[in-house]
């Protein structure tokens, strides 16, 4: 082997969205995460090597009004199929992260991360992931390793791969996408592409429709596809969730495999979270119950401790089995439980939850909104958390819940059974309770089960400590990440 005594791995980490800068969903965990935990891995897990991680967004507007000094670095032009544009980048710095910020007249500061404008996120995205590859060479910083999330940096991946075979500069670029939720492929920006010289794959393992769509794009370019789950790489290659992409992924499967998120376990953490009414740990859970208490408090429900609290934290959204949940409650109302549903999302789905307050003003609370404290307080006093999704890649909901002490039942697919462990199957060993079919009946009997578990407090409290003694730190993830790096720069 090579040595690799002071050698550094140049990692750009391309994102659209990065907590504590700007988050909407769960890639703003990711992309801020994952390259911290990779620049704080030693060398003695990595093979010999630093890993030298920066991450790049774009400069939404929210980023501008939360960093009020932010020093520019270069300006540029990005190509378009008939002529040029702007570009700027500035940088910033979280907790040693170094974080470059493209801005342009194809950013626009009025617009949010996400729109239902395919045209506008169409331009946006792709002038963004052109000038993510035109940076790189301003600032004389070559990557080793590009790695993209998700289609809005996929044409990064796909123009490297086109560059790679006549620019000295990339020769030696490899390449990684993360996928984090298949469906979305960047459908509609077939135009906009066109606008920026950006040609159709000619890879024909991928279906004719595909070959014009972002995210397709770079799956066939990457020269690794990371799945969040293990279990979710698995499932893409089948009709039910491979969106049409499943036998091209097949074919790619040596360069497929799934790495589960993780969850900064510093944040999360129920012993030092000073949004929660009381503290605690794992040694002293009996504590726990004060929080119990004063949510049910807060939300207007009678503080009965000894009733079990079912908590859905979460979009409203088909995906998420809302649904499913709402219906099942309705199956068990003969038991004795109370619910708080917090999210927003889908409009009926939103109705439906308010509906089922007002059917069960004694048992639920539906908050059709998006409200961090809350949040975490229910983290800190629900009993057990619903997770009945249809498909989940990941989930972060589940390992946050089981930080604090609070007991999943989920749907047994992609993360969420990577990172549950039945009770039903593994009694002694359990951390949550999974069911299989995507059936609020089946719903419905195994939240029965959870609450017959909790009556007996000495059962419930040991499924609670190991919950919380799980490891779900970005640290594990990170070294899997470091694996594939490390394989790419040495091939």
């Known amino acids: 082997m090579a040595n690799t005594k002071n050698k550094t791995?140049?990692?750009?980490?391309?994102?659209?969205?990065?907590?504590?800068?700007?988050?909407?969903?769960?890639?703003?965990?990711?992309?801020?995460?994952?390259?911290?935990?990779?620049?704080?891995?030693?060398?003695?897990?990595?093979?010999?090597?630093?890993?030298?991680?920066?991450?790049?967004?774009?400069?939404?507007?929210a980023i501008r009004e939360k960093c009020k000094e932010l020093n520019p670095i270069a300006d540029f032009k990005v190509p378009l199929q008939d002529g040029i544009v702007s570009a700027r980048a500035a940088m910033t710095e979280i907790n040693g992260l170094p974080v470059y910020l493209i801005s342009g007249p194809l950013i626009p500061m009025d617009s949010p991360v996400y729109s239902n404008d395919h045209h506008l996120d169409g331009i946006k995205f792709t002038f963004f992931s052109l000038a993510c590859l035109e940076l790189a060479r301003q600032l004389n910083w070559r990557p080793d390793i590009l790695h993209g999330n998700d289609w809005h940096t996929a044409i990064a991946l796909y123009t490297?791969?086109?560059?790679?075979?006549?620019?000295?500069?990339?020769?030696?670029?490899?390449?990684?996408?993360?996928?984090?939720?298949?469906?979305?492929?960047?459908?509609?920006?077939?135009?906009?592409?066109?606008?920026?010289?950006?040609?159709?794959s000619g890879d024909n393992r991928l279906p004719e429709w595909a070959r014009f769509l972002p995210l397709p794009m770079a799956l066939s370019a990457a020269d690794y596809i990371i799945a969040v789950s293990p279990?979710?790489?698995?499932?893409?290659?089948?009709?039910?969730f491979g969106c049409g992409l499943e036998n091209f992924l097949y074919q790619r499967k040596d360069r497929l495999l799934g790495i589960v998120n993780g969850i900064d376990m510093n944040i999360w953490n129920p012993a030092t979270d000073s949004s929660i009414p009381v503290r605690y740990s794992i040694n002293n859970l009996a504590q726990r119950q004060q929080n119990k208490a004063h949510l049910l408090s807060?939300?207007?429900?009678?503080?009965?401790?000894?009733?079990?609290?079912?908590?859905?934290?979460?979009?409203?959204?088909?995906?998420?089995?809302?649904?499913?949940?709402?219906?099942?409650?309705?199956?068990?109302s003969d038991l004795n439980w109370k619910?708080?549903?917090?999210?927003?999302?889908?409009?009926?789905?939103?109705?439906?939850?308010?509906?089922?307050?007002?059917?069960?003003?004694?048992?639920?609370?539906?908050?059709t909104r998006f409200d961090m404290p809350l949040a975490r307080k229910m983290y800190a006093g629900g009993d057990m958390i619903l997770m009945p999704s249809r498909y989940e890649p990941c989930?972060?909901?589940?390992?946050?819940?089981?930080?604090?002490?609070?007991?999943?039942?989920?749907?047994?697919?992609?993360?969420?059974r990577d990172t549950i462990?039945?009770?039903?199957?593994?009694?002694?060993?359990?951390?949550?309770?999974?069911?299989?079919?995507?059936?609020s009946t089946e719903l419905a009997d195994t939240i029965r089960q959870a609450i017959e578990a909790y009556s007996n407090p000495e059962t419930w409290l040991a499924i609670q400590k190991r919950c919380m003694a799980q490891d779900f730190s970005w640290h594990r993830s990170a070294i899997q990440y470091a694996q594939i790096y490390r394989k790419l720069y040495e091939k």
């Open 9 to 61: 791995i140049n990692i750009l980490f391309t994102a659209v969205e990065a907590d504590p800068l700007i988050k909407v969903g769960g890639l703003g965990d990711v992309a801020y995460a994952l390259p911290h935990a990779l620049r704080l891995l030693p060398p003695d897990q990595t093979g010999g090597y630093q890993l030298d991680a920066r991450l790049v967004l774009p400069c939404h507007a």
């Open 395 to 416: 989930g972060l909901a589940q390992m946050i819940a089981m930080r604090y002490g609070c007991v999943p039942i989920a749907r047994s697919t992609g993360g969420l």
């Open 339 to 367: 619910a708080i549903l917090l999210g927003k999302g889908d409009p009926q789905l939103e109705k439906a939850t308010q509906q089922l307050e007002t059917e069960m003003p004694n048992k639920v609370r539906a908050a």
């Open 160 to 200: 490297l791969n086109e560059r790679k075979q006549t620019d000295p500069f990339y020769q030696r670029t490899s390449s990684v996408i993360t996928i984090h939720n298949l469906p979305f492929m960047g459908s509609g920006t077939e135009e906009e592409l066109s606008m920026f010289g950006v040609k159709p």
């Open 421 to 439: 462990l039945d009770i039903k199957t593994n009694p002694a060993q359990g951390t949550g309770f999974l069911f299989d079919a995507i059936s």
């Open 231 to 240: 279990s979710y790489a698995n499932e893409l290659l089948t009709p039910e």
């Open 298 to 332: 807060e939300v207007g429900l009678e503080p009965d401790l000894n009733t079990p609290l079912l908590i859905m934290i979460g979009r409203m959204d088909h995906q998420k089995g809302v649904d499913l949940a709402i219906d099942a409650l309705k199956q068990i």
